[in-house]
């Protein structure tokens, strides 16, 4: 079965300041992973995705991650944190293929504060 | 853009009445997907659906049915709501595996049920 496994349910850093969110993977087939960021009172939207291509993968408003298999890591990054960027972050593997779909399996998120 | 647009925003319900929460994507989407949300313990889902009239439970379905007439519309329902059920529900979508594009689920903004 697949697993995710973020390490800090919440980060504080400096406007300005590196960004760096943990997340480990377990999965018993060549993973895909996600990083999923939600505002306030807000739903989901994909920040990027690794799907067996490149592993260092960009993904939007300037976050990147890159995939680690020897470490099972996927773990998130940001040069210079923004005050725009507090939210909380979901790492997210491809689950098992059940029916017709692959389901995501979540972390349990980690909330991003930014001091200014 | 992908819209998953779910009716309720906020919903306030007395324990033992029977809820309805109702997505709907305008993606021609095959599947669709029912996640609950809490605190500390990230997305759960609780059903999915890979196609009209199709439906999978998830890892946690007790106390919830669905229903999927139609491609564009995934109902979940609470028959008989319960204090524990009070969370914050979101609805997504995705393309199958079998079709290009894939691999990115869409959300909606969630609906925050509170039952008393």
């Known amino acids: 079965a697949q697993s995710v496994t973020q390490l800090g349910s919440h980060v504080s850093v400096s406007e300005g300041a590196l960004v760096l969110l943990r997340c480990n993977y377990s999965?018993?087939?060549?993973?895909?992973l996600f990083w999923y960021v939600q505002y306030p009172n807000q739903g989901l939207q994909l920040l990027l995705k690794?799907?067996?291509?490149?592993?260092l993968v960009k993904g939007i408003n300037g976050f990147e991650a890159e995939f680690k298999k020897s470490e099972t890591s996927f773990h998130l990054t940001k040069p210079s944190a923004h005050m725009s960027d507090a939210a909380e972050y979901f790492c997210?593997?491809?689950?098992?293929?059940?029916?017709?779909?692959?389901?995501?399996?979540f972390g349990k998120g980690t909330k991003l504060t930014v001091n200014p | 853009d992908v819209k998953v647009t779910q009716s309720s925003r906020y919903l306030v319900k007395r324990t033992g009445e029977k809820v309805f929460l109702e997505c709907v994507q305008d993606?021609?989407?095959?599947?669709m997907f029912w996640y609950r949300q809490d605190p500390g313990l990230g997305l759960r889902l609780i059903y999915f659906?890979?196609?009209?009239?199709?439906?999978e439970k998830g890892d946690i379905p007790e106390g919830y049915s669905v229903s999927r007439e139609k491609k564009e519309r995934f109902s979940l329902i609470l028959e008989s709501a319960s204090t524990n059920q009070t969370s914050m529900y979101l609805c997504?979508?995705?393309?199958?595996?079998?079709?290009?594009?894939?691999?990115?689920?869409?959300f909606g903004e969630g609906s925050w049920l509170t039952v008393v």
């Open positions: 999965s018993s087939v060549p993973p895909y």
């Open positions: 997504a979508s995705s393309l199958p595996p079998y079709r290009a594009g894939r691999n990115t689920i869409y």
């Open positions: 690794y799907t067996s291509a490149a592993t």
């Open positions: 659906s890979y196609d009209v009239k199709m439906k």
């Open positions: 993606m021609d989407h095959e599947n």
């Open positions: 997210a593997v491809r689950g098992t293929f059940q029916g017709g779909s692959e389901k995501l399996v």
